[in-house]
């Protein structure tokens, strides 16, 4: 029997998950289909529960419900605690398993396609909502030199800092210090805007990274372009990975990647 799956969010028309896991399920020869569900905003509890009825096995959960995801989980991973939020959820014997898979994606796109180590490496992390949190502990454990949060709102930065044990601070804070990796977890690609960076932020050989895509470079790799970033790339391998992720919690396969970032680009 066809298992079924979906991602649910409002708006969700412009969802990519659909096609991705389409790609990923033929490759590894599993037979499921994987839908869009748009839930009223606050009807979020109650698509679930309608899909745990129907038999789903489970959905992923993108803007704006992912905070409610985390709340209404029976089961937490550590990295879905951490970061108060989730993005995978498995629907097991009546419970409802959460877990959180960006920021697995967002280190598996950084240092297996792109190729750029993250171990003792300085990291920027720029923003302080849940974008920035769920990636946090994954980045983290990679064994960084160094992890900073930089937010315009300081005190969000610092509470955040402070749970993870990490620096943080204003923007203002980051003048004379330079970065090997620059990530950009704000929406400020969204309204054409660039956070204020100081001169000298990206060191030698640094990759500036927009968890933001498109067409198109985001405003922000553009403005790393001209201020001395080597390597740029945009948050559409990080899509796809963090999908390979909640496919292998559902299926325990990991599919191959690369074709389908691929796939995408050429959209």
């Not at 790393?224 to 970033?229: F, H, K, L, T």
Request: net charge neutral; charged share 20%.
């Amino acid at each position: 029997m066809t298992d079924h799956y979906a991602v649910i969010g409002n708006p969700i028309a412009h969802s990519k998950s659909p096609l991705i896991h389409a790609e990923f399920a033929k490759q590894c020869r599993q037979d499921l289909h994987y839908g869009r569900i748009l839930a009223p905003v606050d009807g979020f509890r109650d698509t679930v529960a309608r899909l745990q009825a129907e038999g789903y096995k489970g959905c992923n959960v993108t803007v704006p419900f992912k905070l409610e995801a985390w709340k209404l989980s029976t089961s937490l991973t550590r990295r879905a605690g951490d970061a108060e939020s989730v993005n995978t959820l498995s629907f097991q014997d009546g419970g409802i398993y959460g877990d959180n898979t960006d920021g697995a994606g967002l280190v598996r796109d950084i240092g297996s396609n792109l190729g750029f180590s993250i171990r003792g490496s300085r990291i920027l992390l720029m923003g302080a909502g849940g974008a920035a949190r769920g990636v946090i502990r994954p980045l983290h454990d990679e064994g960084p030199a160094e992890i900073f949060i930089a937010n315009r709102t300081v005190e969000k930065a610092k509470l955040l800092g402070e749970k993870f044990g990490i620096g943080a601070g204003s923007y203002e804070d980051l003048s004379g210090k330079s970065f090997d990796i620059v990530i950009n977890a704000t929406s400020s690609s969204l309204k054409e805007e660039v956070p204020p960076l100081p001169q000298g932020i990206f060191a030698q050989g640094s990759l500036a990274y927009d968890m933001m895509y498109g067409k198109e470079p985001t405003v922000f790799l553009k403005f790393a372009e001209a201020a001395g970033a080597k390597y740029r790339a945009d948050g559409l391998g990080m899509l796809v990975e963090q999908a390979a992720e909640s496919f292998y919690i559902w299926r325990g396969m990991r599919p191959e990647t690369g074709s389908v970032i691929a796939k995408l680009r050429s959209c």
